[in-house]
Each structure stands twice: as structure tokens, then as C-alpha cells.
């Protein structure tokens, strides 16, 4: 079977928990070919890669969100008279003009279009008459009282991307899988409808409700856009929700929140992240620790040094907890080059407020160090169902996770008597979080309670047994049993 | 160029009486055209003088036809650059980078006069003139060739007096100096008065090469920065160039290609009258038309640039259209008039000077095609104000290639001494241009909002 994986601002560039779960879905499948679809915003990132492709896969198309702003583009495609015409009806502009106020959109037609304008005429489209005078429109109605090219580079802005990503390479494939909604839910719409396959969504986080969030909480985006961006994403997830045969969550509470979003409740399975538990042998902790340099509590984290992993909150809640108890030392492991500016910011916060035994590792085989350490924290403003929190609990080491996603369900249980794996604190509360690394720090049975807890549950949920079964039904569902090999011509579609 | 309309329209409008706006418009006149308008005066005054100091009226007919043409040449071969560098001076002015200006004139200098100069000499070679001769008026072609591109750096000066003194000065020791023709030895006295014109053309680029250096200081920048602008800009080099070999055509193609030795098909002399034209639609045009084109056209950029809502941008694109279509009326009545004048003014001059009929009529359609040409001129500088060089470059080639085509085929029916092909290609140029830019105004919004293009 071959299975196109579509993947944004993830796999195989960005380090991540998504990226993490797309890497070990194919090796897991190793009997499938996998073709990859990569969005990605930067083209001078292009070929630097955080993950090496496993030798079954066979291909990688890319695009690049800053490709029809570059100099390159620019000389390439030279506008040719703002007349020229991409629309063949008044239809056509009906259909753009609420597509473009995100009222609910004829997807089919939107991918007609964008289709039919190609990448070679991206910018002649949206420099071009036809697209000006379909904003005005919008303008009038509406938001007669705002800068006007503001609003007509608003609304290019939003929409280029949209077209752009419609026009990536789409290869032949059984199954097109998508993790996550946003650019990469369209994509898999997009190919699904181009070639009559089956298009399967993986959503880790809700994109929809993360970028709101993003935009109600942003300071640049202006008054009169926000509801503009909302509509968009959610339109985008609509038509992700509306093409796909199935849609996959990693926890219950998500599947309220897709069908809130207009996701038919029946398309929904719930599939757990799982992990390699025999890759995470809990023996291997007590020597570990024991033969570790530290001799105090080791506290670790495993992390991505960006905003939403809120560090700050971490250094805080780690210094408050040293006031009462020295013998603590924070282990920070994970990459520090995806937000250089918050790195830094977080260097300049330990040294401003003189925090003591704090080390940041970079990037580091996380199965070598995990078990060296006594508990695990993860203090995130947004999860889904972190691999970090599993892995430490396979080893028996009980975890601090803040209250986001599933978390509340790892660390607790939903239902079952397992015990708990560790302490859910809010978020960005630096308090309760120094309160629980004291709490553990001082008790080292109850760590070891924690850990077995933890380790038993992540057995009976969270294993790569149950995850592969899980999609082995979807896949085979979706195939029909014969692989699916009843695809249209690739190249007869781009025509 | 707006910026010296600016200064002249406050000069002008100080005061209301006639008199004082008479006597503002002629120094506008001094201050925009000087350097033609001296040379005019000296050489109206020195084929008077050569008359009385018993010059033969053969070698008369020669100086003024070889300054004619050195005239042609030189503004061809300097109009090739001098649009790039226009633009390179403008910049420099706008980011205040002074540093550049000097070096700038110096690369100009070596591009446009020296090979220029070169290509005289070679040309008046092949046409087997004296030695001599084919020296000194190849000074003269370098100097007035270097006052050609020092005049891109006038319009940045602001002390227009010490420019208007600058001229007068040159063109005072040039005519002080021809007084002593008559103590010269009659077979050199050609090449003297070349001698007083270099000398007294040598000062004139001195003193303004001192006036520039003063304000704007030596530079430290490289003169191939300048060169630069070649390659970023190349359609600049055509879009001028074009232009002046279009206005220039028959006058070109005549002093290149044919030796024309008859007399009375005089070529040059109803040329420059009829160019006359050009004052009045240029001065109107620098000092009325641009000025409040421009305060509008400011206003509408800034009303884009400044967040204004769509009713302020049509607003002001209304009002900008507004002034375009009134001022493009006034202009079209003033070169009308004024062509109509020169015209008249032609007729009776030449009869009295016993021109024969197609003298005549030559440059009664000269001075109604150069009412043309000013109208275009504008349709092509509205064109670049929007940076739109794709249309400036029609517009030029257009205009060379309806001359070169009406004068070769006025020539099959013997009527290319009329210039009609003139009068036709400025006409023809000026309704193609004008649809052009009617269209591109009126769709003005769909060119600014694009994307840019880099």
C-alpha cells in the first residue's frame, strides 16, 4: 500500500512531537510506502532536514509559503496585464467573494480555481484585476472604514498561502493521511477529491481552536481581521472535516471539539499515541541513577525551547522549589535553535534571577537520559497527548504536566485504577508547580508508586501494539481490502 | 525637475503685475533653457558679426550647419545616458547620499562625452574636413557636450542667479572674444571663432562644474556605482535615447549618412526655429502643469500610503484626474498658440530672408510637430512618474520608428524636405500615448495594488 503522509510546519523539518509520531508511523509500517507531502513557510530551509526519511520513503514534495514572495518568483512569473482573465463566470467570483469572507465555500469550485490559476499565475491572479475588484466588493459591504490596502493585502495575504498550498505536487497514492487540519487538512481534501482516494486526518491538537487562540491573544493582528482569520482556519478544517472518510483523535475530549467544529460524529475514531514500550525498560533506571554524576534530585523536562512550552514558567516554578530544597538540579533536553529570541530569553532570565543548576542539553537521545532522572515536568500552555509524558512514565518516573489536552488523563486515568502517574498542576503557575517538584522530591516512595502507576498505564493504553492496530482497521478499512489500486492518472489530473 | 518648477512658480507668483510675471517667465526661460538659448544668441550675434568681418557666406552656411549638427550629435550621444543618470541623481538626492553626486558627473562624463567626441572627430573625417576645423569644433562638441550633462545637476541647485551669471558669463566672453575676428587672417577665422566658442563655452561648464562641486562637495563615492544603474535600469537608455533620435531623426540620419551641400535646403535653420515651440509647452508644462500635478499626485500616494479608505483613495484619484485633464487642456492651447505663432513668425522670417517654399514650409511643420512632441514628452514623463518604463519605452520607439518610417517614405515622393514626418510622428505618437495613458489612469489603483515586482 502506498500512503501519502501531508505534513505542515512538521515532518521532516521541525523536531516535534508530531514530527516524532510521523517518523515512528513509518518505520512502524515499514511494509507500506510512504510518499510525503511537506508544507513548509521557509524555501531557504529547503533540504534541512531534523529527521533522516526511512528507506521507505519514496518521495518528498515540498512548498514553501514564502515562494511567491521571493525575488525568484518574482522574475519567473512577470505579471502580465492586471486584465487578464482566470474566472470564467460570475459564479466563480459569487463563490470567491464568501469564500473569501469565510462564509461556508463550494470547496470543489475553490479547488477548480485555484487549480486552474496554477502556480505559475499565483501573483498574476492576486495582483490582478479579478482579484482587486472581488476585494473591493468584500471592502464596500463591509469594512468601508478601514485602510483599503491594508484590507486588499490582508486578504492576499490570507488567500495566496491558501492558493499556494493547493498547488503542490500531489503523488499517486492508496491513501493520503494528513496529521493535522489547517493547510495540510486542505491538501489531503484537495488530493482526495482530485483522485477519488480516501483521505484520512490525523488530528493531534484542534488547528482550528489553536490558531483562535493564537489570534485572539496576538497584539498585531488588527480588530476588524480576527474574525476574518477565525472564519479562515475554520473553514479550512471544515473542508478537511467534509473530505476526509475518517478522522482520527488522540483522546475523547477532542472529539467533542471536531464535532463542534462540523466534523459528523460518525467519521470520528479515537487512536492513541503508543510507544515502543520495550524500548523503555524501567531496569534501566535504578543504575542510571545510580551511576549518575548528580547526586541530587534530578529533574528533567524534554522540550522544544519555544513560547508555548513556556520555560519561563518552569525556571520559575524550579527556583521556587530550590529556596526550600538545594539539592535539586533542572535538566532541560531538547533543541534551542527553533526560537533563538526566546532562548535567549531564557538564558537571560536564569542569569538576571541567578538560578542555580540549571542545564540546557540541546538536542539529545532522550532514551539515554531519561532514565537518569527522578521526575519528569512539562509545563505547556497547549499539548494534545505528549510523547514525552508516555516515555517518562514507561520508565516508571512520574511526571508534572500541566492541565492542557489529555494530560489530565495520562497522568490521572480516565476511569481506570491504576493510581496516579504524578501531579497535573495549571498553567503558567509557578507555585503549584514548585509545590509538586517539592512534593516528590521529598518523597521518594511515593515517586516510585507514581512510576509503577504510570508504567501500568501506559501498558494497557499507550503501546505501539494497540496504536498499529488501531491504523492497520482504518488503512484497511479505507483500502477496501484490495489496496486500492483503483487510482486516476496523476498527470490527466494536473492537466 | 518638479522641484525647480516649485521654486520658479513661487518666483512668478510673488508678485501679480505684469511686469513682474514677464520678467519671472523670461528668467524661467533662462534658467530652464540657457545653455540653448546662449548658444542661439552667441551664434545669431556671430553669423551678423561674420557678415560684417566679410566671412564667405559658403563657410558661413558650413559653421552653422556643423553647430547644428554638433548640437544633434551631442544631445543624441549624452541622451543616451543622461535619462539613467537623471534617475541615479534623483535618488542620490532623495536618501540625501550626496557622496554620489560628483563621481557621478565624472562617470557621465566618460561615458557620454568622450566617446562622443571621439565619434565626431571620425565622422567629420570621413566627411574629409580640414584638420583644423574637424579639432577645434570637436572641443566645442565636447564642451557643449559636457554642459549637456551638467545640466541634469542644475534642477538640484537653488541659487538660479549664480547659474543664469554662469551662462551670461560664458556667453559674454565667447561674443567679447569674436570682436577680435577681424585681426585674425581671413583663412583661420572659421576656426577662431571655434577658439572664442570653446573658450567662452569652457568657462560657462567651469563655472557651473564649481557651482555643483561647492554644494554638493567632491564625494567619495566610485564613479562605476553610477554604472550600476545601467544594468538596473536598462530601458532608461532607450527610452531617452529614442526619444531624441526621434526629434533628431532626419537632422542624424543627414549629417551621418548624407553630405548635403545645397544651401537652400538648409536643414538646421528651420529645424531651430520651429524647436522654439518647445520653450513655451516646456515651461508651462515645469512650472504649471507638473507642480499641480504633482501636489496631487503627492496627495493620492499619501493617501494610499497613509491608510485611507477607499472613498479617500477615489477621492483623491478623482481629484488627481481632475488637474491631469485640465492641465493637459491648458498645455495642448499653449503649444497650439505658440505653434501657431512660430509658425507665423517662421513664415515671415524665412521670406525675408529669401527661403524658398519648402524652407518655409518645413519649419511651419517642424513648429506644429514640436507642439506634438511636448505633449508626448509629457505622456512619456507622466508614464515614469508612476515607474512605468515598459510605457515610456513604447512611446520613445514608437516616435523614432514613425520617423525613420514617414521620412522614408515621404522621401520616395520627394516630400522629405517638408517635415512631415515629423509633424506625423509627434502627432501619431501623442493620440497612442494619450490612450495609453487614459487607460493606464484610469485602471491606476489595479497598477498600485500589485504585488511588487522586483
Known sequence: MIVCFIAEGSYPYVMGGVSSWVD?????????????????????????????LPPNVSCLSEIFFDTPFNKQSSKATRQPFYTQKFLKTPEEKAVLSRH??????????????????????????????????????????????????????????????????????????????????GYAGLVGALASHLYNKPFVMTEHGIYAREREEEIVKSSYIKDYARDLWV???????????????????????????QVDLGCPENKIFVVPNGIDISAFSASLCGDARKNRDYKGTLIGAVIRVVPIKDIVTMLQGFMLAKKNNSELKLLLMGPQDEDEEYFKYCEEYIVKNDIQDVEFTGRVNVKEYLPQIDMLLLTSISEAQPLSLLEAMAFQIPVISTDVGCCNDIVYGNGDDFGDAGIVTPIMDPNALAFAIEKLAADPELRAQMGISGRKRVERYYTKDNFIEGYKLIYSILAGGNNGRNWFSIEEAHK | MAGIGFQLKKLINKNDSYSHKIVSYAYAVLVIYGPMIVCIVCLSILTYAMGIFNVDIKEIAVFSRTIGYIFVLSNVITGASSLVLTRYVSDA??????????????GGFIIGVIPGTIIYWIIMLL???????IFVSGIFFAVI???????????????????????????????????????????????????????GFTVMAALLYAQIKNYFGSGDKSIWDFYNYF????????????????????????????????????????????????????????????????????????????????????????????????????????VLIFGLLISLFCINYLQDRGADEITIWRSVNIALGMGFIVLMYVVKVLFLYYDKKGYAFMISTMFLFFNIGFLNVTRTYGMNHYGIGL????????????????????????????MPQE
Open chain 1, 24 to 52: 515512528s508511523f513509518i518505520k512502524w509500517f515499514g511494509e507500506n510506502e510512504f510518499k510525503l507531502i511537506s508544507i513548509g513557510p521557509f524555501e531557504e530551509k529547503k533540504g534541512q532536514y531534523a529527521y533522516v
Open chain 1, 100 to 181: 473569501f469572507l469565510g462564509e461556508l465555500s463550494d470547496w470543489i469550485k475553490i479547488f477548480e480555481i485555484a487549480r486552474r490559476i496554477g502556480r505559475k499565475n499565483i501573483r498574476a491572479f492576486f495582483s490582478g484585476r479579478e482579484f482587486i475588484d472581488i476585494v473591493t466588493q468584500i471592502y464596500e459591504k463591509e469594512f468601508e472604514h478601514v485602510p483599503f490596502v491594508e484590507f486588499i493585502w490582508l486578504m492576499r495575504s490570507m488567500f495566496i498561502y491558501q492558493f499556494w498550498s493547493l498547488n503542490v505536487e500531489i503523488p499517486e497514492a492508496d491513501i493520503y493521511h494528513s496529521v493535522s487540519a
Open chain 1, 231 to 257: 472564519k479562515y482556519f475554520y473553514n479550512m478544517s471544515f473542508a478537511a472535516y467534509r473530505f476526509a472518510r475518517t478522522v482520527v483523535t488522540l483522546f475523547e475530549k477532542n472529539k467533542f471539539f
Open chain 2, 93 to 106: 538626492l532623495y536618501f540625501k547620499d550626496y557622496n554620489k553626486i560628483l563621481p557621478s558627473f565624472i
Open chain 2, 127 to 133: 566627411q574629409k574636413q580640414d584638420l583644423i576645423f
Open chain 2, 145 to 199: 557636450s559636457t554642459i549637456w550633462v551638467l545640466i541634469i545637476y542644475l534642477g538640484a541647485l537653488s541659487n538660479h542667479t549664480k547659474i543664469l551669471k554662469a551662462f551670461i558669463t560664458g556667453g559674454g566672453i565667447s561674443i567679447v572674444l569674436m570682436l577680435a575676428t577681424s585681426f585674425v587672417p581671413q583663412s583661420f577665422r572659421m576656426n577662431y571663432i571655434f577658439v572664442c566658442l570653446n573658450t
Open chain 2, 231 to 334: 544594468k538596473k535600469y536598462p530601458s532608461l537608455i532607450f527610452i531617452n535615447l529614442f526619444y531624441i533620435l526621434g526629434i533628431y531623426w532626419e537632422n542624424f540620419y543627414n549629417f551621418i549618412f548624407i553630405i548635403d551641400l545645397d544651401l537652400k535646403r538648409t536643414y538646421m535653420e528651420p529645424f531651430f526655429l520651429g524647436t522654439f515651440v518647445l520653450i513655451p509647452g516646456m515651461i508651462y508644462f515645469i512650472i504649471k502643469f507638473e507642480t499641480a500635478y504633482f501636489e496631487k499626485h503627492a496627495t493620492f500616494l499619501e493617501t494610499i500610503n497613509q491608510k485611507g479608505t477607499y472613498g479617500d483613495i477615489t477621492l483623491a484619484k478623482a481629484n488627481m484626474v481632475k488637474t491631469l485633464s485640465f492641465e493637459f487642456g491648458k498645455l495642448f492651447r499653449v
Open chain 2, 423 to 450: 509633424l506625423l510622428s509627434g502627432f501619431l505618437t501623442f493620440c497612442i500615448g494619450g490612450i495609453f495613458l487614459i487607460s493606464f489612469i484610469k485602471n491606476l489603483h489595479y497598477h498600485l495594488l500589485r
